[in-house]
């Protein structure tokens, strides 16, 4: 099995927008997307390479398109961004969600150089509630009824990790350089 990751074209734009418009992924967002917006994705595709508080990429399992992986609100004073991702079906998911955290964390602190990750998750997604605790991101609150998700005020909890405490007990299922590599990334370009 292998993972690596790739910059999103506007090729991409049907297969992204397939996936984030599945009410299993779609329901779990703050915005909506629909299956019938591509020329909307397309647009948003073009404009993500103008900005510099953002990244994203394909998840590729297996040299085949399995998912999204972004960094958002990256804020680069402050040394703090946000990571998400979503996998295009639940078998890819199964098959390599469990796989991926330390690549995603890598790319933020030694790619980004980022100090923070700060993730928001709604609370209809307990999966994912229950997955960052697992990986060792730390609750920090719940903002109460902050969003409108399908007409009902959702809770939004915060989780954040620092650099260090990714580092006091990293995963050792890659080598950060083999981390950086899926990226396509030499570990001589990282952020010290």
Known sequence: ??????????????????????????????????????????????????????????ILGDGEPVGFLSYADIDRVNGRCSCGSYFGTVEAARKFGGHVHAYFMDYLFYVLGMHKNVIQIIDANQRVLKLQRLLGMREVGVL?????????????????????????????????????????????????
Not at 159 to 186: H, K, P
Request: hydrophobic share 35%.
């Open 1 to 58: 099995m292998s993972i690596t990751f790739r910059r999103p074209t506007l090729d991409d734009a049907a297969l992204i927008l397939s996936w984030r418009s599945q009410p299993r992924i779609n329901d779990m967002m703050f915005s909506d997307v629909h299956p019938d917006q591509l020329e909307q994705q397309r647009r948003w595709l073009a404009g993500c390479e103008a900005r510099s508080d953002y990244e994203h990429f394909l």
């Open 144 to 192: 109460k009824e902050h969003i409108i998700k399908n007409g009902v005020y959702r809770d939004v909890h915060v989780f954040e990790l620092l650099r260090q405490e990714w580092e006091a007990r990293r995963w050792n299922t890659q080598s950060i350089a083999d981390s950086l590599r899926a990226f396509g990334i030499e570990e001589n370009k990282c952020q010290p």
